[in-house]
């Protein structure tokens, strides 16, 4: 790939709570491709993954409480701070790798609903909390109870990345385009009669000079403009999960540039060193485990 | 149309939107399952049974005599079923819910109470409120304590409102009886046999006998023949011995003034004469000496011109009465099936088909109720009976004799008698020498519509082996009364059917009221006319359930206002009445088991039923049976369908017609109505999916959490379609209307987001690609609960068995096969038990037969350890357990295991189409295709799957879906109507999508767009019972069968897999002898046996027994099996002997 000018370029086009749209220019679309799938899988978030059940007399079954707690999103701002459970020292959790949460909810009076919420979950660690869009939040539904029914239990979040468990992804869905008029011809319409007409235009198709009709194709033209709209869970500011997952595919790169220049010393022998930032050989208590 | 399309509940539906023309009709089909409920038909018939079938069986069996003491009786006043009770006698509140039966394993049944009246000594004496026994309660009936109960009273009772009932509770299972069809009885039906022979048949029926009659012709002779006489009798003998002895009045009955019928009947007239029998008493004595000898000893040797006198008026044709020898009906019926069979040998149109569907009864529970309770009484009477005699034969007593004791002894007959028919399904009735089995079914509970879909099931009497194709056909007669999707593959195909989704059938309606409104109407009575005035042009004869009432000239008008009184609410709705123009008869029917279904009036070409009645019926001022009641709506049975004239929509209507559909969508039953757009499927394609949805996980009742089943299969988070029906949401109906806003379903399935493309090679073949994601989120996720029961008994010896606490090693510590055991010796709720571990600790006693000896502790006898161990290759959880007893005062201690799973390679899923498919990989979501809203499917299925399977609707059902999801509401894909897809392309098409629902996915793992557009959107999924979880199986070595030393079979028993004939034909083709021999011997049951080769027997470490030597013995090695051969075969003297050979 040979960048003419300036390197890769982004312009924010729209910034808010949980949401960022941009355009990312004068970059490869293998480039682009890797940032939104590291955006999906590979910036680490904060999840709850172990749950101990000391009381639950609700309706529904300790696995399917700990599944839905799991995948509460909790702030994760702080996540570099903590350790991948498999890296840290300690032998179950401590506070290096891990957030205890705790949860205590019971039903006393007749004829009462009590809502259990993500606002219920009572954090060890002021910063790594259940995510609320605003003070009104009333969190996340996580069972109701009936009278005589009790839950409580403590909850052990830990650090992880998305392609281990969905929950650990920081973002719902990312929106990815480029060349909205189909100039580079990567994609073969099927109409009936007229594309125009039967195809709608994407929203970014504005932003892109439309083809005239007697323009010639161009077979060597390379995408250059890519749109992304990511949208987060809640627990990554989105701009920031933009820049970690940046900082993901720079890290990779190291490692691959490090592995290939001890590849070229290991010519003569010895091994080539292990790459370290990764948790997906970490053992899962299959059954208990939230979520899984 | 459009309104009809809208969505919408009755009640919903906003005041002032126009009512257009009378499209709204179909709000009468909520209307008329709320009063009919989808298992009306088995309450309706078992309500019938309790409270009028049981009177006239008592009523028949009234009297008990002695034939000791002739002042003696007992008879019965009355009888009644009490209220669901329990049996201990001890309980202080006898009432209890079926809940509470489930649990225990109880009965949920009644005690049957009579009123007697009997001699005791020199009184007479009436004793009311006896109890005789125990009767099980049909859920829901007007006898089971849930009827009319509130939601909230039902959800104290733990029971779910949303459960049909129409089934029994017997020994803590759920049983059904299915809805049984026949063949109609007491009716002519003409029909050629597999020789060409034309005949004309009645299966007679009455509470005592059954018996078939043919008239046929042979050699252009007509003949009666009956099961009680040996050969075929010519048919103007047996009328001639039923008084009618004049050859004109014979011919004139059959042939009226007809001369091409009497040309037909002149050879049978003539044969008569040439068997010289010309007088009743000459008839009567050729008949007499053909009579079966029945082994009836005790019967006095009787004239056989009495006999004879005797079968005729009281075994031929039985269910024409014969009044003090008043043959004539009965000759008269015989005629016209002697005439019906000559007009049918000129004109072979005039056949009957026995597939017909208004030639078929449905038999329900309350009938093969009343025959098992007929039968049971009777029997209960005779044993009385005997006993009463047995205690009176003695000449002295100490008490004085009250038969009211003896009543209470022979309880547990009919109670018992009741259990056990239900329990196994086997019907066995003395009287009618009859033995039915599998006539109740274990209600599945594996989804909510399993359960509905079972309740509406029909089975046919019919052999299942045997090829014929016209009972398993779709008949046209089945419209709107059985569902024509809904039957299984294989060999029950087509002879199980369902019910459609407003069929009715009818139960017993008195016959004497409508007898006397016929001849109120003009019928001529049968007995006053002659064949000429019977068979004449303008005549028609009336039948009344087979039966001949006389003959009406005036056969349209009879007919109409026949149907004006019962239209004005006269008589009951179910009576039906119909002209047959080709007989030249008027039939009247009130039988039981007649399938019928509500239809619009229509006359003037006008349908009855106008906006305004549908606007009283949306605002909750009239109910269906208002519209009964004023003659807006009637019900017709297949019959009187054949004589109407019914428009399907209202534009449709000419002057000829009768009556206008309710609703086309309900010519689909229960099961058939969730598929949507099923009129754009292939149909095969619907009718796999109707097997398919009873195998779908999803919610099964609102107390589903509170039963404890053997099997449990739940979906952690069930979705309503986006694409639903109005079936759907009527079979779940009832509750919704009143909770307005609030619905609740029961739903088997979610909305899954489809990319119909391929996707890496993991899709062939019907296999789908799942996201891993949308599994970590919840998709697809359920969990399976397993009941297991221990019962902790009492012997007869007094030892009994101990439920004991773990035990501890030398340490103190509990070994790890009883760690999982509180100290009740029972697995504690909530923990996780692994396999090989200890769930109920049982121990037995060493010696449960032999006595103890008197004031010997039980506890000293020595116990054996029986524990209950987990097995199972994934650890399951202990979800409940419960410590109960049974009826018998046994201990019976259930546990329920929980399992979550979620989808793993291997599972099965289905959309609502009939195209099943299993998880052939699982990928991760940035993997996946995605759009440029960043969605990535749920499901990528392989397009493979539409050309050849033409499963339009699913298309539809995903355009739909992706419109709704856009517009925010949900779809409708109701039969022959649902969201048009024109407007769900406009609504795409609004919202800046495609409108055929493609879309423009990305690769996920280039980035680069996929370089053709992609059908992309929700569909329904369910997941189906079949996970691999379930099935996985690998053997390297393991157990092997006892007596043949080979490895066991099946993968309960950890058995191999076998190397089947057809692989080792293929290994002997390729000569692989070594591999064969391997295969075959060493890895299963090879043996060293030492042969004796002088003698060629077997011998035993290097000894022959038979030489008694040791000197030539060779060992060899053969399968245990051949051992075994020629050990069996020495048994039976014959010596087989090896000889051996250098090889």
């Known amino acids: 790939m040979d960048i003419e000018g300036a390197g890769p370029e982004i312009a924010i086009r729209h910034l808010d709570k949980d949401r960022v749209n941009f355009v990312l220019s004068n970059a490869d679309l293998s480039v682009a491709n890797a940032l939104r799938r590291a955006m999906i899988s590979e910036v680490p978030t904060i999840a709850i993954d172990i749950v101990q059940f000391e009381e639950n007399t609700t309706v529904l079954a300790d696995e399917f409480l700990a599944h839905r707690l799991g995948l509460i999103p909790l702030y994760s701002a702080n996540v570099e701070q903590f350790k991948y459970t498999t890296e840290c020292v300690c032998t179950e959790y401590c506070s290096a790798c891990s957030v205890v949460l705790t949860l205590e909810a019971k039903c006393t009076r007749e004829g009462e609903t009590v809502m259990v919420t993500s606002r219920d979950l009572q954090s060890h660690d002021p910063k790594v909390s259940p995510v609320m869009s605003d003070e009104f939040d009333r969190g996340i539904m996580i069972v109701k109870l009936h009278k005589g029914q009790e839950i409580k239990l403590t909850c052990i979040a830990r650090k992880g990345l998305g392609q281990m468990h969905a929950k650990w992804s920081p973002v719902s869905a990312v929106g990815f385009e480029y060349d909205p008029h189909n100039r580079l011809r990567h994609l073969e319409y099927w109409i009936e009669e007229d594309a125009k007409k039967e195809w709608p235009l994407s929203r970014n198709a504005d932003f892109e000079e439309p083809p005239r009709d007697d323009e010639p194709f161009d077979y060597n033209a390379e995408p250059n403009k890519f749109y992304y709209d990511v949208e987060t869970v809640g627990s990554i500011r989105p701009e920031d999960v933009v820049s970690m997952a940046l900082d993901v595919l720079q890290e990779k790169l190291k490692v691959t540039e490090a592995a290939l220049q001890e590849g070229q010393t290991m010519l003569t022998g010895g091994m080539p060193g292990e790459p370290t930032n990764d948790g997906w050989n970490q053992p899962v208590d299959a059954m208990n485990a939230a979520g899984w | 149309m459009t309104t009809k399309e809208r969505p919408g509940d009755a009640s919903l539906k906003g005041l002032t939107d126009p009512v257009s023309a009378v499209e709204d009709k179909w709000h009468l089909l909520p209307a008329f399952l709320q009063v009919k409920g989808l298992v009306k038909q088995h309450l309706d018939s078992y309500n019938y049974f309790v409270d009028q079938e049981l009177q006239q069986i008592v009523r028949a069996n009234q009297r008990i005599s002695s034939d000791v003491d002739p002042n003696f009786y007992l008879k019965y006043l009355g009888i009644r079923l009490g209220m669901p009770e329990r049996s201990d006698p001890l309980a202080v509140d006898k009432s209890y819910t079926p809940h509470e039966c489930r649990l225990r394993d109880l009965t949920y049944s009644a005690n049957i109470y009579v009123d007697i009246e009997y001699v005791r000594g020199r009184q007479i004496v009436i004793r009311r409120g006896v109890p005789i026994g125990r009767m099980p309660v049909m859920l829901r009936s007007s006898h089971c304590v849930l009827t009319g109960r509130s939601e909230a009273e039902l959800a104290r009772m733990q029971e779910c409102p949303l459960d049909p009932g129409g089934y029994f509770i017997v020994n803590g299972t759920e049983k059904v009886i299915l809805i049984q069809e026949q063949l109609s009885k007491n009716r002519i039906i003409v029909e050629k046999d597999g020789k060409g022979i034309i005949q004309a048949s009645v299966t007679s029926s009455t509470h005592e006998r059954k018996s078939k009659t043919y008239v046929l012709v042979k050699h252009d002779k007509i003949y009666l023949r009956h099961n009680s006489v040996t050969e075929d009798i010519p048919v103007v003998i047996a009328l001639k011995a039923m008084g009618i002895t004049s050859d004109q009045e014979i011919a004139l009955l059959v042939c009226g003034t007809e001369k091409e019928f009497l040309e037909k009947f002149a050879p049978s007239l003539e044969e008569a004469s040439r068997l010289k029998v010309f007088t009743q008493k000459q008839a009567l004595e050729y008949i007499g000496g053909r009579v079966k000898q029945t082994r009836r000893f005790a019967a006095a040797r009787r004239l056989p011109s009495d006999e004879a006198l005797e079968i005729l008026a009281s075994v031929v044709l039985a269910h024409l009465s014969v009044e003090q020898l008043n043959f004539r009906p009965k000759c008269m019926y015989i005629a016209v099936m002697v005439r019906r069979v000559i007009a049918t040998i000129s004109d072979e149109r005039l056949l009957d088909d026995r597939d017909f569907v208004g030639n078929k009864r449905l038999e329900l529970a309350g009938q093969l109720l009343s025959l098992l309770f007929e039968d049971l009484f009777k029997k209960f009477n005779s044993d009385l009976k005997l006993n009463i005699d047995k205690v009176l034969k003695k000449p002295s007593r100490t008490q004085e004799f009250d038969v009211y004791t003896q009543l209470q002894m022979h309880g547990d007959h009919i109670t018992g008698g009741f259990v056990r028919a239900i329990a196994t399904g086997n019907w066995v009735l003395k009287r009618f020498k009859m033995e039915r089995a599998g006539i109740t079914h274990v209600l599945s509970r594996l989804s909510y519509i399993s359960a509905l879909g079972m309740m509406t099931r029909i089975t046919s009497q019919f052999e299942k082996t045997r090829k014929v194709s016209g009972p398993r056909a779709l008949q046209p007669s089945q419209w709107g009364m059985l569902?024509?999707?809904?039957?299984?593959?294989?060999?029950?195909?087509?002879?199980?059917?369902?019910?459609?989704?407003?069929?009715?059938?009818?139960?017993?309606?008195?016959?004497?009221?409508?007898?006397?409104?016929?001849?109120?109407?003009?019928?001529?009575?049968?007995?006053?006319?002659?064949?000429?005035?019977?068979?004449?042009?303008?005549?028609?004869?009336?039948?009344?359930?087979?039966?001949?009432?006389?003959?009406?000239?005036?056969?349209?008008?009879?007919?109409?206002?026949?149907?004006?009184?019962?239209?004005?609410?006269?008589?009951?709705?179910?009576?039906?009445?119909?002209?047959?123009?080709?007989?030249?008869?008027?039939?009247?029917?009130?039988?039981?088991?007649?399938?019928?279904?509500?239809?619009?009036?229509?006359?003037?070409?006008?349908?009855?039923?106008?906006?305004?009645?549908?606007?009283?019926?949306?605002?909750?001022?009239?109910?269906?049976?208002?519209?009964?009641?004023?003659?807006?709506?009637?019900?017709?049975?297949?019959?009187?369908?054949?004589?109407?004239?019914?428009?399907?929509?209202?534009?449709?209507?000419?002057?000829?017609?009768?009556?206008?559909?309710?609703?086309?969508?309900?010519?689909?039953?229960?099961?058939?109505?969730?598929?949507?757009?099923?009129?754009?499927?292939?149909?095969?394609?619907?009718?796999?999916?109707?097997?398919?949805?009873?195998?779908?996980?999803?919610?099964?009742?609102?107390?589903?959490?509170?039963?404890?089943?053997?099997?449990?299969?739940?979906?952690?988070?069930?979705?309503?379609?986006?694409?639903?029906?109005?079936?759907?949401?009527?079979?779940?109906?009832?509750?919704?209307?009143?909770?307005?806003?609030?619905?609740?379903?029961?739903?088997?399935?979610?909305?899954?987001?489809?990319?119909?493309?391929?996707?890496?090679?993991?899709?062939?073949?019907?296999?789908?690609?799942?996201?891993?994601?949308?599994?970590?989120?919840?998709?697809?996720?359920?969990?399976?609960?397993?009941?297991?029961?221990?019962?902790?008994?009492?012997?007869?010896?007094?030892?009994?068995?101990?439920?004991?606490?773990?035990?501890?090693?030398?340490?103190?510590?509990?070994?790890?096969?009883?760690?999982?055991?509180?100290?009740?010796?029972?697995?504690?709720?909530?923990?996780?038990?692994?396999?090989?571990?200890?769930?109920?600790?049982?121990?037995?006693?060493?010696?449960?037969?032999?006595?103890?000896?008197?004031?010997?502790?039980?506890?000293?006898?020595?116990?054996?350890?029986?524990?209950?161990?987990?097995?199972?290759?994934?650890?399951?959880?202990?979800?409940?357990?419960?410590?109960?007893?049974?009826?018998?005062?046994?201990?019976?201690?259930?546990?329920?295991?929980?399992?979550?799973?979620?989808?793993?390679?291997?599972?099965?899923?289905?959309?609502?189409?009939?195209?099943?498919?299993?998880?052939?990989?699982?990928?991760?979501?940035?993997?996946?295709?995605?759009?440029?809203?960043?969605?990535?499917?749920?499901?990528?299925?392989?397009?493979?799957?539409?050309?050849?399977?033409?499963?339009?609707?699913?298309?539809?059902?995903?355009?739909?879906?992706?419109?709704?999801?856009?517009?925010?509401?949900?779809?409708?894909?109701?039969?022959?109507?649902?969201?048009?897809?024109?407007?769900?392309?406009?609504?795409?098409?609004?919202?800046?999508?495609?409108?055929?629902?493609?879309?423009?996915?990305?690769?996920?793992?280039?980035?680069?767009?996929?370089?053709?557009?992609?059908?992309?959107?929700?569909?329904?999924?369910?997941?189906?019972?079949?996970?691999?979880?379930?099935?996985?199986?690998?053997?390297?070595?393991?157990?092997?069968?006892?007596?043949?030393?080979?490895?066991?079979?099946?993968?309960?028993?950890?058995?191999?897999?076998?190397?089947?004939?057809?692989?080792?034909?293929?290994?002997?083709?390729?000569?692989?002898?070594?591999?064969?021999?391997?295969?075959?011997?060493?890895?299963?049951?090879?043996?060293?046996?030492?042969?004796?080769?002088?003698?060629?027997?077997?011998?035993?470490?290097?000894?022959?027994?038979?030489?008694?030597?040791?000197?030539?013995?060779?060992?060899?090695?053969?399968?245990?099996?051949?051992?075994?051969?020629?050990?069996?075969?020495?048994?039976?003297?014959?010596?087989?002997?090896?000889?051996?050979?250098?090889?």
């Open chain 2, 483 to 1143: 569902c024509p999707s809904d039957t299984p593959e294989g060999e029950a195909c087509g002879l199980v059917k369902n019910l459609a989704l407003m069929t009715h059938i009818t139960t017993d309606v008195e016959e004497g009221s409508i007898r006397r409104l016929a001849f109120v109407l003009g019928v001529e009575d049968i007995n006053l006319l002659s064949g000429s005035e019977l068979y004449s042009p303008s005549a028609y004869i009336v039948f009344l359930n087979g039966e001949i009432l006389g003959v009406t000239r005036t056969p349209g008008r009879f007919v109409a206002n026949f149907r004006r009184v019962r239209r004005a609410g006269r008589i009951s709705p179910f009576i039906s009445i119909y002209t047959n123009t080709h007989h030249h008869n008027v039939h009247i029917a009130s039988d039981g088991g007649r399938i019928c279904r509500p239809l619009i009036i229509v006359d003037h070409r006008r349908p009855r039923v106008t906006v305004e009645h549908v606007k009283m019926l949306s605002e909750g001022k009239m109910v269906f049976d208002d519209f009964l009641q004023q003659g807006l709506v009637e019900y017709l049975d297949v019959n009187e369908e054949n004589d109407s004239n019914i428009a399907l929509y209202e534009k449709d209507i000419v002057p000829e017609t009768t009556h206008l559909e309710i609703e086309p969508f309900t010519i689909l039953g229960a099961v058939a109505g969730l598929i949507p757009y099923p009129h754009h499927n292939q149909s095969p394609r619907n009718t796999y999916q109707c097997a398919m949805g009873k195998q779908a996980i999803g919610a099964i009742a609102y107390n589903q959490l509170n039963r404890i089943d053997t099997l449990l299969y739940l979906l952690v988070y069930p979705q309503q379609p986006m694409v639903k029906t109005k079936t759907i949401e009527l079979i779940k109906y009832d509750k919704a209307r009143t909770l307005l806003l609030q619905r609740y379903y029961l739903p088997a399935g979610q909305n899954a987001t489809v990319a119909v493309m391929s996707y890496s090679g993991y899709d062939i073949e019907d296999a789908l690609v799942l996201n891993k994601s949308s599994l970590d989120r919840g998709f697809g996720r359920c969990q399976v609960m397993r009941k297991q029961t221990a019962l902790i008994r009492r012997y007869a010896n007094g030892t009994f068995d101990r439920v004991a606490d773990p035990p501890r090693d030398a340490n103190g510590d509990i070994p790890f096969k009883f760690q999982k055991l509180d100290a009740d010796g029972v697995a504690a709720v909530g923990d996780r038990v692994f396999p090989g571990q200890v769930y109920i600790n049982k121990q037995s006693p060493t010696n449960t037969n032999a006595d103890i000896g008197v004031g010997q502790n039980p506890l000293e006898t020595g116990f054996k350890a029986t524990p209950m161990t987990y097995k199972g290759l994934e650890p399951s959880y202990v979800d409940k357990v419960i410590f109960t007893n049974t009826e018998s005062e046994q201990a019976l201690v259930k546990l329920l295991f929980r399992q979550t799973r979620r989808p793993e390679l291997g599972d099965k899923f289905s959309s609502r189409h009939g195209q099943k498919g299993v998880c052939g990989i699982i990928v991760q979501q940035e993997d996946m295709p995605f759009s440029l809203q960043g969605i990535s499917p749920d499901i990528i299925m392989n397009p493979h799957g539409f050309p050849s399977r033409m499963t339009v609707g699913k298309m539809i059902e995903l355009l739909a879906g992706k419109a709704g999801v856009l517009k925010g509401e949900l779809q409708y894909g109701t039969a022959f109507g649902g969201s048009k897809v024109e407007d769900m392309s406009r609504i795409l098409i609004d919202n800046g999508f495609e409108y055929s629902g493609k879309d423009y996915l990305s690769s996920g793992i280039t980035g680069e767009p996929l370089s053709a557009y992609i059908f992309f959107g929700p569909i329904y999924y369910q997941k189906l019972k079949h996970m691999v979880m379930d099935k996985v199986h690998a053997r390297a070595r393991g157990p092997r069968a006892l007596l043949t030393r080979q490895p066991t079979e099946g993968r309960s028993r950890d058995g191999g897999l076998r190397l089947g004939e057809m692989e080792r034909d293929c290994l002997i083709g390729h000569g692989a002898s070594r591999l064969l021999l391997e295969r075959l011997m060493v890895s299963s049951d090879a043996f060293e046996v030492h042969v004796c080769e002088s003698c060629g027997l077997l011998g035993y470490g290097g000894w022959c027994q038979r030489c008694r030597s040791s000197a030539h013995m060779a060992p060899m090695k053969i399968p245990y099996a051949a051992k075994l051969l020629f050990q069996e075969l020495q048994s039976m003297n014959i010596v087989p002997r090896l000889i051996l050979e250098d090889y």
